[in-house]
Nanobody
Framework: QDQLKESGGGLVQPMGSMRLSCAAS????????MAWFRQAPGKERQFVAA??????????YYADSVESRFTISRDNAKNTMYLQMNSLKPEDTGVYYC???????????????????WGQGTQVTVSS
């Protein structure tokens, strides 16, 4: 069974750092584009970052709210994706989900419906 499983969430103080991991099992996701989304209480799930490999190499994309603070990366040998989060703010609080898609389009990469595979999420709380 194909699965994505997030880990690394928890409680962190404002301006702190945290690294999330997304481990894939059941199939190799190296040919898939992958992304991170987050969902705050009472709000819709929002795009955070994505990574894709095209003819020109590895590309990364970020939401404006996390640009320069978050870094998405992946280790295909370990079938794992990461999200390094620095300078965390209280508004970064939420459940973080990893997602994967076989068919990636920049124009729709922020859409939840773009992705076929999802993890169960990991809670990140930024609070003093």
């Amino acid at each position: 069974q194909d699965q994505l499983k997030e880990s690394g969430g928890g409680l962190v103080q404002p301006m702190g750092s945290m690294r999330l991991s997304c481990a894939a099992s059941g199939r190799t996701f190296s040919s898939f584009a992958m992304a991170w989304f987050r969902q705050a209480p009472g709000k819709e799930r929002q795009f955070v970052a994505a990574t894709n490999t095209d003819w020109n190499g590895v590309r990364t994309y970020y939401a404006d709210s996390v640009e320069s603070r978050f870094t998405i990366s992946r280790d295909n040998a370990k079938n794992t994706m990461y999200l390094q989060m620095n300078s965390l703010k209280p508004e970064d609080t939420g459940v973080y989900y990893c997602a994967a898609t076989r068919s990636f389009h920049v124009a729709s990469m922020t859409w939840v419906t773009e992705y076929e595979h999802w993890g169960q999420g990991t809670q990140v709380t930024v609070s003093s």
